[in-house]
């Protein structure tokens, strides 16, 4: 690169290029010096603008000439040769022969076998079979969609996408600004399993596209978007065809995501000159399904939210209420822990029922420094299993457990009992107690012990030790400190409270029962009074209207007395049918719902419609109205929310009878009732 440069080099830019850290190239430039000057050459260093070989064109010349007559031998670590081979045999479309492995690896053919049988380990992880034919050569067999979704986890385990990320740098901070793309450097080719120009013009496309339809992706899902797509490109040029069970595609095309997807494969198909078949449309779909923006704070009703997910808000209350009882601490009192987790779960519960893969980057860090709160996430877990019957990864219970970590830290109303032993349990002990007590705020010294009575003394009620001389107790945590408590003995403080099982954790808020009744009492009311409201206010009628309009201008009318107010009632319809009908094609039931000024107390309906209606290309015979106020207290969204998940479930209209029906939502509500209490 020197011998061809006309001009000097930056240690960053010589970094970037070889895909090593500037340090490196730096340690490295001592031996490079050493050769040039052995070779008669000059090197330069020109401080801010980097370093230069010394001469003209014709002794930077000769200067290639020497390189190009050395000979270098790579050594491959046993990783690095089976990941080549990996990506050989993920390339390749016919068998390879094993001598070809040895002359690329420079080893022997005992070491290439070794190396196959490791890399059969792996591809068996992917329900992919390795076939070591004789005379043939070695070759993989496997679904289409199991050979991608290995593929796409060598980029990622392997942190290629961090190339792809720093390429698309410029376009991601300029998404907004359609005239502006990317160009990518020749060094990156993600292993040569996608082709440095397909992204390129993929980038293209989906900058273009996401800048049309005005989609929301973050940075890692508008670079994951475009990996699946480049890499969807060259499976279909090299002749390879994804399929999809009918049934779940056909369930994918009912979604309005499916039309979006179909516009970006069309994009697609024009810039590369290919067919995108349905198959291919609904795993994009899954991908614009996975990387939709489910809530945001600036332009959604909260409130609505919490009508629509009321599943969601009852398996995170369930999650978090798990994590108080075993951590000890009353993590509802943070006002953010419930619908921050809600609006995670969201979106992260639909990407499990859809078997989309979850990738974490903290995930290893999360696990490292936080083991117990991971821990207990994990087990919360399963409460979402049970709930939604799917499996929940690692990486997203490092997720879950950032929302507790952080809720735990915001609470931070706990302390930790410690005993502190020394020699003889007087003098040094009561100085290193005020000490520890000065320097933190959440220890309480429960008690000072001498060394001589510690094999006497009852450890269990504290949760570690701290102790300036060796013990012998092994039941409970302790820590060796210098009795003026140094700054390093902080750091062993610190550090074993990380380590100390949450569950031995002490409340430290002790208005926290005083203020817990006040609130049951404040929340049972609330409760009482929304489940009044309901029943004095549920309507059945039986109508009769021919179109969706119709129907909306009846529904409008119905709750209001006058024209101003059936105006505003429309438009507040109208603007939440704008979110997203609900449409139930189980019961044939449409739900209408939204948060209105026009009405004062909660509102539910019935409508029975005398004659079928076609919306959305799906047949309707009922329709369920829920509306509710638009300053209102949280419980009485809450029963309205149940109400909702009651109608999901089948349980509100079995039957289209009236009486059935008011029955029916007594029973739900009841049910409601003796939960909350």
């Not at 001009?7 to 290029?17: A, D, F, V």
């Not at 996401?210 to 797509?229: F, M, R, T």
């Not at 003098?427 to 520890?436: E, N, Q, V």
């Not at 509710?628 to 949280?634: C, E, V, Y």
Request: proline letters at 2%; one cysteine or more.
């Amino acid at each position: 690169m020197l011998a061809e440069s006309k001009e000097p080099l930056t240690m960053s830019y010589i970094g970037n290029k070889l895909n090593v850290s500037s340090r490196t190239v730096k340690r490295k430039m001592t031996e490079i010096e050493d050769y040039l000057i052995k070779h008669g050459f000059k090197l330069i260093t020109k401080p801010g603008y980097g370093v230069e070989i010394e001469g003209d064109l014709n002794e930077k010349n000769r200067l290639k000439q020497l390189i190009n007559e050395e000979t270098f031998e790579k050594k491959y670590t046993p990783e690095e040769r089976q990941l080549y081979i990996l990506i050989e045999l993920l390339k390749g479309k016919e068998p390879i022969k094993m001598y070809k492995f040895k002359s690329d690896l420079n080893v022997t053919e005992g070491t290439i076998s070794f190396d196959l049988d490791k890399v059969e380990d792996i591809l068996c992880q992917y329900n992919i079979r390795l076939i070591r034919r004789p005379g043939v050569g070695v070759y993989i067999e496997g679904e289409e969609s199991n050979l991608r979704r290995l593929i796409i986890n060598i980029i990622y385990e392997n942190n290629y996408q961090n190339q792809l990320l720093e390429i698309l740098g410029n376009a991601i901070q300029n998404k907004n600004i359609i005239n502006k793309s990317i160009r990518l450097s020749t060094k990156n080719k993600l292993l040569n399993m996608i082709d440095k120009d397909t992204i390129s013009e993929v980038e293209k496309v989906v900058h273009y596209f996401e800048n049309d339809k005005k989609l929301v992706l973050n940075d890692s899902q508008y670079v994951a978007l475009i990996v699946h797509l480049a890499l969807v490109v060259e499976r279909i040029k090299n002749g390879d065809k994804i399929y999809m069970r009918e049934q779940h595609l056909n369930n994918l095309k009912k979604k309005k995501e499916f039309n979006m997807a179909r516009g970006l494969a069309n994009e697609i198909e024009n810039s590369f000159g290919i067919n995108m078949p349905d198959d291919e449309i609904g795993y994009i779909t899954m991908h614009l399904l996975g990387s939709k923006k489910y809530f945001d704070y600036k332009n959604s009703d909260l409130n609505d939210f919490l009508i629509d997910n009321y599943q969601i808000i009852e398996t995170s209350k369930a999650l978090i209420e798990y994590v108080q009882k075993e951590s000890n601490t009353y993590l509802l009192q943070d006002d953010k822990i419930l619908v921050n987790l809600a609006i995670h779960l969201e979106p992260a519960i639909k990407r499990m029922i859809m078997g989309m893969e979850i990738r974490n980057p903290l995930l290893n860090e999360i696990m490292e420094n936080y083991p117990q709160i991971f821990n207990l996430s994990k087990k919360a877990s399963s409460i979402i299993e049970k709930e939604f019957n799917v499996k929940v990864p690692d990486a997203e219970v490092g997720y879950i457990a950032l929302h507790i970590g952080g809720a735990l830290e915001r609470v931070n109303n706990y302390i930790y009992k410690v005993v502190v032993i020394c020699p003889s349990g007087i003098g040094a002990s009561r100085l290193l107690s005020t000490k520890i007590s000065n320097e933190f705020f959440n220890i309480e010294v429960m008690d000072t012990v001498s060394a001589l009575e510690a094999n006497k003394y009852d450890f269990s009620r504290c949760d570690f030790i701290i102790t300036t001389v060796p013990i012998n107790v092994k039941k409970v945590h302790w820590i060796l400190v210098n009795p003026l408590l140094l700054e390093e003995d902080k750091d062993k403080i610190k550090t074993i409270m990380t380590k100390i099982p949450l569950g031995n954790k002490e409340i430290k808020n002790e208005n926290i029962e005083e203020k817990g009744l006040k609130q049951l009492l404040t929340k049972q009311i609330n409760y009482s009074r929304a489940i009044i409201q309901v029943l004095d206010n549920y309507r059945y009628h039986e109508v009769m209207v021919n179109n969706y309009k119709e129907l909306i201008d009846k529904i409008s009318k119905t709750y209001t007395a006058n024209q101003s107010g059936f105006n505003n009632l429309k438009r507040d319809i109208l603007e939440r049918e704008k979110l997203g009908q609900v449409i139930l094609e189980e019961s044939n039931t449409a739900i209408f719902h939204c948060r209105t000024k026009e009405v004062e107390e909660l509102q539910i309906g019935i409508f029975n419609l005398l004659k079928p209606l076609i919306i959305s290309d799906k047949t309707i015979k009922t329709a369920a109205i829920l509306l509710a106020p638009k300053d209102i207290d949280a419980e009485y969204i809450e029963v309205m929310s149940y109400i909702t998940q009651s109608i999901f479930k089948g349980e509100l209209i079995k039957t289209i009878e009236m009486e059935e029906v008011y029955r029916n939502l007594n029973n739900i509500l009841e049910s409601f009732y003796n939960n909350i209490k």
